[in-house]
């Protein structure tokens, strides 16, 4: 594999604004989630920004940014979008879509999405973590994945994703973490689709890829990064990282 780590990134956002030129101990969300992703070291890491002030930010800190700031639908557009500028020959034949809202996000994660992609039967590798307490399983922001690890196994196919406390009946339930890592021909396919009517219904376009035939491998890890979508967020974050 030859993977590129590309984070889709805008300054709309409904509960937070802005949030990735947000001040995190003096350093701007964005360039947090640019250095953790170089730490993983699995290959090169871009910015696909949304707006010009982030892709200034970036390329001011020495990163690599292009600016995807077509009315695309979501940041999986914008990736693919930017993939267009960042590798026109095709050399890259893995993608890492992570979010730029994970600035405490371990570098193992996003070597940890790779373990799926092993399989080449799978199109699409993602993470998911144990759910802790019950209060996170009746909640529908806590995204669910339905699989099963068998023993010691830390890849299982992901067969579903719901917002509903999925699987029903007593055993692990897994968190969702929206990371993904793409085989480049299941990135250009996937953007491609229409919206399906599972992912309508349940607001998750990852269950596009499903309805449309493609596979999904699910690698688990401990503990998943927390996404920084409010000013509490914001605020904690701020104390993580200030220690």
């Known amino acids: 594999m030859n993977p590129i780590i590309v984070i889709p990134a805008r300054l709309a956002a409904t509960r937070l604004p802005g949030k990735p030129l947000a001040d995190i101990a003096g350093k701007l969300m964005i360039l947090h989630v640019l250095e953790r992703a170089r730490e993983a070291g699995i290959g090169p890491v871009a910015v696909a920004a949304g707006d010009q002030p982030i892709m200034d930010a970036v390329r001011e800190a020495g990163g690599t940014a292009v600016l995807a700031d077509e009315?695309?639908?979501s940041g999986t557009d914008r990736v693919q979008r930017a993939m267009a500028a960042l590798d026109p020959q095709g050399r890259h034949?893995?993608?890492?879509?992570?979010q730029g809202d994970f600035p405490t996000l371990d570098p193992a994660a996003l070597r940890a999405v790779l373990l799926p992609l092993a399989d080449p039967g799978i199109d699409i590798g993602t993470l998911v973590c144990p759910i802790a307490d019950a209060a996170e399983l009746a909640?529908?922001?806590?995204?669910?994945?339905?699989c099963a690890f068998g023993?010691?196994?830390?890849?299982a196919p992901a067969l579903y994703f719901s917002r509903a406390p999925v699987p029903w009946g007593p055993g692990p339930h897994w968190h969702h973490?929206?990371?993904y890592a793409f085989r480049r021909a299941a990135l250009e396919r996937f953007v491609a689709l229409?919206?399906?009517?599972l992912e309508l219904r349940e607001r998750l376009e990852q269950l596009r890829a499903l309805e449309a035939g493609m596979r999904i491998g699910a690698a688990r890890i401990a503990h998943g990064p927390f996404g920084v979508d409010?000013?509490?967020?914001?605020?904690?974050?701020?104390?993580?990282?200030?220690?």
Request: aromatic fraction near 2%; hydrophobic fraction near 45%.
């Open 71 to 73: 009315d695309v639908p």
């Open 93 to 98: 034949d893995v993608v890492v879509n992570l």
């Open 139 to 146: 909640t529908d922001s806590f995204v669910k994945c339905a």
């Open 151 to 155: 023993g010691e196994a830390v890849i």
């Open 177 to 179: 973490i929206g990371i």
């Open 194 to 197: 229409p919206p399906s009517p």
């Open 230 to 243: 409010t000013p509490h967020d914001l605020d904690r974050a701020r104390a993580l990282l200030a220690r």
